[in-house]
C-alpha cells in the first residue's frame, strides 16, 4: 500500500524556536570570532601577556597559565548573556526542568574542565614550539590525535559523569532484547546506561560513546519512561548501528587528516606573521595563541558542511542497520516523532539549513527513507 505522505509543515512553534535557537548560535560564533580578530588586530593580544608576564613575574610557564586564564575568562563574559538567553529560551518552549542555581554550576563546570583541558594543550603547545621549533606542528598533531582518542575513552566515565548521573539499565526485558540484537551483529556492547537527563531537561536522546573498554550505549530516562519497549529497540539497534559502522573510530581517523592539514596550515601562516609581518616576537610568543585559534575556528567552520555530510551518511547507515535489525519498522517511525515532538525539532527544516548545519538528517526524511525501505522488501510489514 502506498504511504500518504503527512502535511509537509511543523509547527509555528518548533520553527521560531528552532530559528531562535540558530540565531543564537550564529551570534555566540560572531561574538567568539570578532573577539579574537580584534586581539590580533589590535595590540590587545601583546597587552595582555604583557599583563600576564607582570603577574607571573616574567616565568614563561606561569604567563602563559595566566594569559590562557584571563583570555578564557573574557571570552566567557563575552559569551555569558547569550548563553544566559539560550538558557531562558529553554524554559520559554517548556523544554527545561533546570533551576538557575543548577544551570550555574554546570555552566562554572564546564569552564573549568574547559580551562583544565585547554591549558594542558597550551602549555605543551608553547614548550613544543620552543623546543622543536621546526616540527612543532608535527609533534602537536600526534599529542592532540593522542588527546582525542584519550578523551574519546574518558569521556562516558570521566567527563560525562561531572553533568549527569548514569545507571545500568534496570528493564531487563530490555536488556535480553540488546543482548539478541547484538549477537545476531556478531558484536558485544559492553553496556547500556539509563542517563539520567530529567534532572535537567524535558527533551530525550540516546548515543553511542566511549572507545574499547568503555564504549557503551547510553539512553535517556526521558526516553525510558515515555516510549515503548519496542520504541526503545529501535533507538537501541540504531546506536548499534554506529557500533557495528565503527563510526566512533571513522570520525577519529577524518579528524587525524584534518588536523594534520590544520596544524600544517597553522604553521606556515604563523611564520608569515612573525616573519613577513612582524606581528609578534616570534613563534613561541604566546600572544599569537588567539591567531591559531582563529585559524583552528575557521578550518572548523569551513569544514563543517562536509563533516555534517559524513555525520548524516553515518546516521543513514546507523538507521538502515536498525531497520534491518528490528521486527518491523513502526516503532522505528512512532519513535522518530515521538522524539521531534518532545525536543520541539523540525521535522521538515529548509533544506539549505540541513546541508550546511544539520549532523542528523531531518526526522521527516528518516522516517520517509524507513517507509521507503520498507516498501522494497518483499515481507514488509507496518
Ligand atoms: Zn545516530
Redesign the pocket.
Same mark, same amino acid.
Given at each position: 500500500m502506498a504511504t500518504v505522505p503527512i502535511a509537509q509543515t511543523d509547527t509555528p512553534e518548533a520553527r521560531k524556536y528552532n530559528r531562535t535557537k540558530r540565531w543564537l548560535e550564529f551570534s555566540d560564533l560572531i561574538v567568539g570570532f570578532v573577539f579574537l580578530l580584534l586581539l590580533v588586530l589590535t595590540h590587545g593580544s601583546a597587552r595582555l601577556r604583557d599583563f600576564a608576564y607582570l603577574g607571573a613575574r616574567q616565568y614563561y610557564t606561569v604567563a602563559v597559565a595566566l594569559y590562557v586564564f584571563m583570555l578564557m575568562l573574557i571570552s566567557k563574559l563575552l559569551s555569558a548573556p547569550l548563553e544566559f538567553y539560550g538558557f531562558r529560551l529553554e524554559h520559554k518552549y517548556n523544554l527545561s526542568n533546570q533551576k538557575l542555581g543548577a544551570w550555574l554550576l554546570d555552566e562554572a563546570k564546564s569552564f573549568a574542565v574547559g580551562l583544565v583541558l585547554i591549558l594542558v594543550l597550551v602549555e605543551v603547545l608553547y614548550a613544543t614550539i620552543r623546543a622543536y621549533p621546526e616540527h612543532w606542528w608535527l609533534i602537536m598533531w600526534a599529542v592532540f590525535v593522542g588527546l582525542t582518542v584519550l578523551l574519546a575513552q574518558l569521556a562516558p566515565v570521566v567527563l560525562l559523569p561531572i553533568f549527569y548521573h548514569f545507571e545500568p539499565l534496570k528493564n531487563d526485558g530490555l536488556r535480553e532484547r540488546l543482548t539478541k540484537l547484538s549477537e545476531r551483529a556478531g558484536t558485544r556492547v559492553r553496556g547500556v546506561y539509563e542517563w539520567k537527563i530529567s534532572e535537567k531537561s524535558k527533551k530525550a536522546n540516546?548515543?553511542?560513546t566511549g572507545l574499547g573498554k568503555t564504549r557503551r550505549i547510553i539512553v535517556a530516562d526521558t526516553l525510558l519512561q515515555n516510549y515503548s519497549d519496542d520504541e526503545i529497540e529501535a533507538v537501541l539497534a +540504531?546506536?548499534l548501528?554506529?557500533h557495528v559502522h565503527a563510526?566512533i573510530p571513522k570520525s577519529i581517523l577524518l579528524q587525524m587528516g584534518i588536523t594534520f592539514v590544520g596544524f600544517w596550515a597553522a604553521d606556515h601562516i604563523l611564520r608569515y606573521a612573525v616573519e613577513q609581518r612582524s606581528m609578534f616576537q616570534g613563534l613561541a610568543d604566546f600572544a599569537n595563541l588567539p591567531l591559531l585559534a582563529l585559524i583552528a575556528t575557521l578550518v572548523g567552520l569551513l569544514l563543517s558542511p562536509v563533516l555534517n555530510a559524513f555525520s548524516r551518511h553515518?546516521?543513514r547507515q546507523?538507521?538502515e542497520y536498525a531497520w534491518k535489525s528490528i521486527p518491523s519498522i513502526g516503532p522505528f517511525v512512532t519513535g522518530m516523532h515521538k522524539l521531534a515532538s518532545q525536543n520541539l525539532a523540525e521535522e521538515h527544516p529548509p533544506r539549505w539549513i540541513e546541508l550546511l548545519f544539520h549532523s +542528523?538528517p531531518s526526522i521527516g526524511k528518516r522516517t520517509a527513507a524507513a517507509e521507503a525501505w520498507n516498501a522494497k522488501q518483499p515481507t514488509g510489514t507496518a
Open positions: 540516546a548515543a553511542l +540504531h546506536e548501528g554506529h563510526h553515518n546516521e546507523a538507521d +542528523h
